[in-house]
């Protein structure tokens, strides 16, 4: 499995995989081309060839230590293979050498499997409210 930075060329293949993925929540296109040309210096890609297997799609704020998870996914046939994992040690990797100290992301209560992954890769947690909605924020340093 090969990671790399995301690419506007990727696009079409990330839109793709987030309709695949139920768990994911599709957005407008200009959302996912903002991340492919502005912010693909911590949004990153996994492929199997040509094969895009999994994203992740973050951030590091301006002026902030922390950065931002928005969405991670990896195609079903792609699962326990270590690829989110994999995908988060190199947007750790890329937040801290943008100077970041943590990094963190949100996911909501019934999401199991993502709670149970979160937790087993050492990420604490704090209940939260978005948008009025009740969500679990996890965070952890690097």
């Not at 995989?17 to 768990?23: F, P, V, Y």
């Not at 890609?45 to 994203?55: M, T």
């Not at 992954?117 to 009025?132: D, M, P, V, W």
Request: net charge negative; charged share 25%; hydrophobic share 40%.
């Amino acid at each position: 499995m090969n990671i790399q930075p995301l690419k506007e060329s990727d696009l079409p293949a990330v839109i793709e995989l987030i309709d695949q993925c139920e768990e994911l929540t599709m957005e407008r296109g200009s959302i996912y081309w903002i991340f492919g040309r502005f912010l693909n210096k911590t949004s990153f890609v996994a492929k199997d060839g040509d094969q895009i297997a999994g994203i992740l799609l973050g951030l590091l704020p301006a002026g902030e230590d922390t950065g931002f998870i928005h969405e991670l996914g990896v195609l079903e046939k792609y699962r326990k293979q270590g690829i989110a994992t994999a995908l988060i040690d190199h947007f750790a990797e890329a937040v801290k050498s943008l100077g970041g100290e943590r990094i963190a992301l949100t996911t909501l209560h019934n999401n199991e499997r993502a709670v149970q992954f979160y937790e087993n890769r050492g990420f604490a947690s704090k209940e939260i409210t978005k948008l009025g909605q009740p969500r679990i924020w996890y965070y952890r340093a690097i």
